[in-house]
């Protein structure tokens, strides 16, 4: 049990970090992803206009996707191969997806929305297989 909270933690956990640093790391080599990234910040903070990018948009979905493999990968690592440990840290992944979708709805368009949600739980349950498997 105590390897399953550790695998959940550990998960969870690395998502945020792997997301931050990625985020931080595009901003730096990538200028136009740090504006549309600082404006959208801005937004939220302060309530201002925001013009979505379907390009930024879509390199959070990829970006979203592969960092939640690598969660659920960790998380399985850790807890063992045959455990609900990525499921879980999907889990957590999606309510904390549903919080940023309900900040930020009025700024970026619906379908961005329901992709970025929808694929963080079974991307986790992917890499926990992957895991799994090996």
């Given at each position: 049990?105590?390897?399953?909270?550790?695998?959940?933690?550990?998960?969870?956990i690395?998502?945020?970090?792997?997301?931050?640093?990625?985020?931080?790391g595009?901003?730096?080599?990538?200028?136009?992803?740090?504006?549309?990234?600082?404006?959208?910040?801005?937004?939220?903070?302060?309530?201002?206009?925001?013009?979505?990018?379907?390009?930024?948009?879509?390199?959070?979905?990829?970006?979203?996707?592969?960092?939640?493999?690598?969660?659920?990968?960790?998380?399985?690592?850790?807890?063992?191969?045959?455990?609900?440990?990525?499921?879980?840290?999907?889990?957590?992944?999606?309510?904390?997806?549903?919080?940023?979708?309900?900040?930020?709805?009025?700024?970026?368009?619906?379908?961005?929305?329901?992709?970025?949600?929808?694929?963080?739980?079974?991307?986790?349950?992917?890499?926990?297989?992957?895991?799994?498997?090996?």
């Amino acid at each position: 049990m105590l390897r399953i909270v550790l695998g959940v933690i550990a998960g969870f956990i690395s998502w945020l970090i792997v997301w931050f640093v990625s985020e931080k790391g595009l901003s730096a080599i990538w200028p136009a992803f740090g504006v549309h990234q600082k404006t959208f910040e801005e937004a939220i903070k302060n309530g201002g206009e925001f013009t979505a990018n379907s390009t930024m948009l879509l390199t959070h979905i990829v970006i979203g996707s592969i960092v939640s493999i690598m969660a659920g990968a960790l998380a399985a690592l850790i807890a063992g191969k045959d455990t609900y440990a990525p499921l879980i840290v999907g889990c957590l992944l999606l309510a904390m997806a549903i919080a940023k979708a309900a900040m930020s709805w009025p700024l970026v368009p619906i379908w961005y929305h329901v992709i970025f949600t929808a694929i963080l739980l079974p991307m986790a349950i992917v890499g926990g297989k992957l895991i799994a498997n090996s």
